[in-house]
């Protein structure tokens, strides 16, 4: 987009830098501003066009077709364009959810994290660090980061006006009946829980549990499923959707649960966390119906354990509580089996900005 903005519109290219920003860009936490760029020639609008075309294309031609659509936002800098970075009013945003101590019990990167009050960018040059590392919020006003919220609800506003556009392109060109439509997320964003903001190393299930939307041809609407599943599934669900062969695949076939016929089809799920830089960061994740254990294989005083039917939403980290070595212990092994470490894979930086 920058070179089709740069050639097209050369007079709105600078709109994007927080200088523009129509209102004060808060002090206390450098990547929250409104966005001056007008909505038309936002980015989530210009791939939303360019998807657009693309289905009126493809849809007047015989042969079916595919389309991967991805959109940056939701993410940081939380600086949506107007209307949307005034659709909700900061001091109605539900409040991040913190325990007193919580992160004395969490391994010790945790109190660390980046300062807010720097530029969120990486410098030409520099080092790359872990991309999007969290921060802390003890030094972010608390309307600050209602702001923050509050722009982030306004760029999925934003996103779901898009995909709705997407759908009326289908409709419009007779295809979306015979059309599934998949809608997921690579990860979710911290958003000040655990007095916490962005993502970066911790499997907290802010960042894991994504939303995975799917309609089409034979899938009843309002279906809701709670079933452990993974991303790595998707692969071999859309390939029994549209009836091919069954690819080689560490995923599952999700259409038994889509269409009814069962309840679950995974005891648990893997997560692994590959650092740029810090190799103590390394984390490997098993993650069952009822509990949440993390490893750091490079720094083993590290772990995370939590009882996840009685601390859903992980705030008090059992790892270092004897009466509970067991549990760590079995669940250790399942890693151990499934999932042995490997901290060198390669991590090579392609680009940063």
């Known amino acids: 987009m920058p070179a089709w903005l740069r050639q097209n519109h050369p007079e709105v290219v600078d ?21 001056a760029v007008p909505p038309e020639l936002h980015y989530t609008s210009w791939i939303a066009d360019r998807a657009v075309d693309f289905i009126k294309h493809q849809s007047k031609r015989p042969e079916p077709f595919g389309l991967f659509v991805s959109f940056p936002d939701p993410h940081h800098p939380f600086a ?4 949307y970075c005034d659709l909700f009013r900061p001091e109605r945003m539900p409040r991040p959810t913190i325990r007193a101590g919580e992160l004395e019990r969490m391994p010790a990167y945790l109190g660390e994290g980046d300062d807010p009050k720097n530029e969120p960018y990486i410098a030409s040059g520099e080092q790359p660090r872990e991309q999007g590392f969290l921060l802390r919020t003890d030094d972010i006003s608390a309307e600050t980061l209602a702001t923050a919220i509050a722009h982030t609800h306004g760029m999925v506003q934003m996103i779901d006006d898009a995909v709705g556009r997407l759908l009326e ?8 009946e015979d059309t599934y439509v998949l809608f997921t997320s690579d990860h979710g964003e911290l958003l000040g829980d655990h007095g916490l903001l962005r993502k970066g190393p911790p499997p907290y299930r802010q960042l894991l549990q994504v939303p995975l939307v799917l309609c089409g041809p034979g899938i009843r609407p309002g279906t809701s499923l ?27 076939d999700l259409k038994p649960l889509i269409e009814g016929r069962a309840t679950a089809v995974r005891d648990f799920l893997f997560a692994e966390y590959h650092p740029r830089r810090d190799a103590c960061l390394y984390n490997q994740s098993v993650i069952t119906k009822d509990w949440r ?40 092994s399942i890693l151990d089996q499934g999932l042995p470490p490997q901290p060198l894979i390669p991590n090579e930086v392609l680009g940063a900005y």
């Open 293 to 332: 254990f993390t490893r750091y294989p490079n720094e083993p005083a590290w772990g995370e354990l939590f009882d996840l039917s009685r601390d859903p939403w992980e705030h008090w980290n059992l790892f270092s509580e004897s009466e509970f070595s067991s549990q760590a212990h079995r669940l250790n």
């Open 15 to 35: 709109l994007y830098e927080p200088e523009a920003s129509p209102a004060s860009r808060a002090e206390d936490l450098k990547e929250v501003w409104k966005s």
């Open 226 to 252: 709670g079933a452990l599943t993974s991303h790595i599934d998707l692969f071999a669900t859309v390939a029994s959707l549209l009836g091919l062969p069954t690819p080689a695949t560490d995923g599952i």
């Open 169 to 176: 392109a289908l409709a419009g060109t007779g295809v979306l």
């Open 80 to 83: 949506p364009p107007r209307p």
